[in-house]
């Protein structure tokens, strides 16, 4: 039993762990209670042709982590398609297009919004891409106060500002931010709806790096995995594999067990024990204090429930299968190849989030169009296409008396007619939509309260406050062999990778501790 390890949930974070630990030669079990692998990472066909994602579709973050070249997820089977111009913000007859290369860019913003905007964004690319550099450095492991003060040492240091100008801009709203930097209400606009799209809405506080960050898909652009989002993770399956690891789907974590303050395994629903040494819970953070029961205090799983916010959803998607790509006035051959930006003002942003924060249905949404299928031939049968159009913000809970099952079909219809209205026609093109609306997330990827990154990335759950204090290094205190990773871990949502590599480690530095650590143990246990 000391070198078996246990994985519950077979998302891609919990796929990356369990092949860190796999290759580090323990003996490593998957168990997943759905039939498709991936969780959130996953794709399956909808329609008779079309391969379409469940959840995520572009990933942004993973590609900077170093994880696909590490584990050799190519030479597994993943083919990744770049995002290039990663971004299409259309306003009528004019559009923005944001490329990995800044001279494209700058010249496109130029023709839209002038010269003063198209230099302010050069250097604001500049400055906040290496500022972001140093914060992506800080993602790449556990929140310690010693890993984030030696990654996060320096930032901003070319600037030549002092620490407290630079923690202001840090801690001040993206509309501020940008309000400092640009002119013209449009490229502020674009900027502001990409970096909405960790949740919280750019006019709040300490939200200014959310459109900082967007700075990084000019060092490396977005990609797109050739055959859907889902062959990340069944590569990672492939690679989980060929280290002599397994996947067990179908057959989920009744529970968690424990005993004496350690994990001893995990008990799936078809009633079998796995024992294990470690335990690696890549579920929702909530649900593995659900798993261990009475192993956790009462009062430490009420705290939890109670101050770990999952927050009112976030949005909804359509998965649209279409005779023809939406048509943009000012679109290019290029166009289809990028996220495509779909909100008109700032002020039809906080329109949106006003309606949600009101338990509303948005009247009209913005909108996240993805055409991934006007360069990957194999998720559409030929001369159709296969368009994914996200939505934000939509909630969870309703405050009208309205259902979601009851409204399913309008709030869809409504993300198609919010792409119609910047490329006129696009509605007539569509022959099939499935809609995936917060209650769907929830049921068919198990996203408590619809929500796609787990737990609100909020400031105050984010780094070492993520999810909570006491859980924000991968351990479960009082569990002695069980590790958490997922979203609701450092560093957050979206397709990252990052904590299940952080917490493979902690578990493997764990195993095989350095000499001080064991002194400072048998200390404490004296």
């Known amino acids: 039993m000391t070198d ?43 329609f008779p042709g079309y391969r379409m994602d469940r ?13 696909v070249e590490d584990l050799d997820l190519v030479a597994a089977g993943l083919e990744y398609q770049d995002l290039d111009p990663w971004g299409f913000a259309p306003f009528g007859e004019h559009g923005i297009h944001f490329h990995v290369d800044l001279d494209r860019t700058c010249a496109s913003i130029e023709t839209v ?61 993206a509309d501020s931010l940008l309000d400092e930097h640009f002119e013209d209400e449009r490229l502020k606009t674009a900027l502001a709806w990409m970096g909405a799209q960790s949740g919280p809405p ?12 967007n700075t990084v898909m000019h060092l490396k652009p977005p990609g797109h995995p050739k055959g859907g989002s889902g062959m990340l993770s069944e590569a990672l399956q492939t690679r989980l594999e060929s280290y002599g690891g397994r996947v067990r789907l179908g057959d989920g974590a009744a529970s968690i067990t424990a005993a004496g303050g350690r994990t001893t395994g995990v008990l799936t629903d078809s009633g079998e024990h796995l024992p294990a040494s470690v335990v690696v819970a890549g579920c929702h953070v909530l649900t593995t204090v659900d798993l261990l029961g009475d192993a956790v205090p009462s009062e430490f799983s009420t705290r939890a429930h109670k101050s770990i916010r999952t927050g009112n959803g ?24 990028a996220m495509q930006l779909i909100a008109p003002s700032r002020q039809f942003l906080r329109k949106a ?16 169009a993805m055409t991934f299928s006007a360069f990957d031939d194999t998720i559409a049968p030929p001369g159709k296409h296969n368009v994914t159009v996200w939505g934000q913000w939509h909630p969870y809970e309703l405050s009208n008396g309205e259902t979601w099952d009851g409204i399913r079909e309008r709030e869809g219809t409504k993300l198609v007619e919010a792409v119609d209205r910047v490329a006129p026609g696009f509605a007539s093109s569509v022959e099939h939509m499935h809609v995936q609306t917060p209650l ?36 479960l205190p009082g569990v002695d062999g069980l590790y958490l990773c997922g979203a609701s871990t450092h560093p957050g949502g979206g397709v990252f990778g990052a904590s299940g590599r952080s917490a493979a480690g902690v578990a493997l530095a764990d195993r095989s501790p350095s000499p001080l650590a064991r002194a400072v143990k048998k200390v404490r246990r004296g």
Not at 202 to 213: I, K, P, Q, R, S
């Open 440 to 475: 769907d997330l929830e049921r068919e990827l198990g996203l408590r309260n619809g929500q796609v990154m787990h737990v609100e990335m909020a400031f105050d759950q984010m780094f070492m406050w993520r999810p909570m204090p006491e859980l924000a290094g991968y351990r």
């Open 55 to 67: 959840g995520s579709s572009a990933h942004i973050m993973v590609r900077h982590t170093g994880i």
């Open 113 to 173: 919004c002038g010269s003063r905007d198209a230099d302010a964004y050069r250097a604001f690319v500049l400055d906040w891409s290496a500022r972001n550099v140093r914060v992506f450095q800080a993602f790449q492991g556990a929140p310690t106060m010693s890993h984030l003060g030696r990654t996060l040492w320096g930032v901003g240091k070319s600037t030549g500002l002092d620490g407290m100008e630079l923690s202001r801009q840090f801690l001040t709203s």
């Open 353 to 368: 989030h006003g309606e949600y924060n009101a338990g509303l249905p948005p009247a009209e949404p913005a909108a996240l």
């Open 314 to 337: 976030i949005g909804m998607v359509v998965r649209l299968a279409t005779s023809a790509l939406p048509q943009y006035a000012a679109g290019t051959d290029e166009t289809h190849r």
């Open 202 to 213: 750019t006019h709040e506080v300490a939200t200014a790096d959310l459109v900082g960050w």
């Open 4 to 46: 078996r390890a246990v994985v519950v949930g077979a998302g891609h974070n919990g796929l990356v762990a369990a092949c860190y630990l796999a290759k580090a030669g323990l003996d490593v079990e998957v168990v997943e209670r759905d039939t498709v692998i991936g969780g959130a990472v996953s794709t399956v066909e909808r």
